[in-house]
């Protein structure tokens, strides 16, 4: 079992950027994928960006490719979405979320098996 905390999340404007940050719990973290995600209401919960266990391997959604950059710190049992450019449309709760598999590095989230209870990001224009 492993508990994951998001933070960072609050106010930004239009243009802006944030970091937020995905704290676990356990020592296994650093064998497992990980994945942010996000979601705003009456949408379903989509992929935003993923991660290999040693970090050597990253993957976006297109929304965001180019802006986003997703990292981790296996000595701080920490992962990291650094969000620039930030527009309107990234308002969302992320999440993050963690693949005890670490072979690959998912974009579905029936991929993942342990979840964060988020954090609110809200872009104004």
């Known amino acids: 079992q492993v508990q994951l905390v998001e933070s960072g999340g609050g106010l930004v404007q239009a243009g802006g950027s944030l970091r937020l940050s995905c704290a676990a719990s356990?020592?296994?973290?650093?064998?497992?994928?990980m994945g942010w995600f996000r979601q705003t209401p009456g949408k379903e919960r989509e992929f935003v960006a993923a991660i290999s266990w040693s970090g050597g391997s990253t993957s976006y959604a297109h929304s965001v490719k180019g802006r986003f950059t997703i990292s981790r710190d296996n000595r701080k049992n920490t992962m990291y979405l650094q969000m620039n450019m930030l527009e309107p449309e990234d308002t969302a709760v992320y999440y993050c979320a963690a693949d005890r598999w670490g072979g690959s590095i998912p974009s579905e989230r029936d991929d993942y098996d342990y979840w964060g209870q988020g954090t609110q990001v809200t872009v104004s224009s």
């Open positions: 356990g020592r296994a973290f650093s064998s497992y994928a």
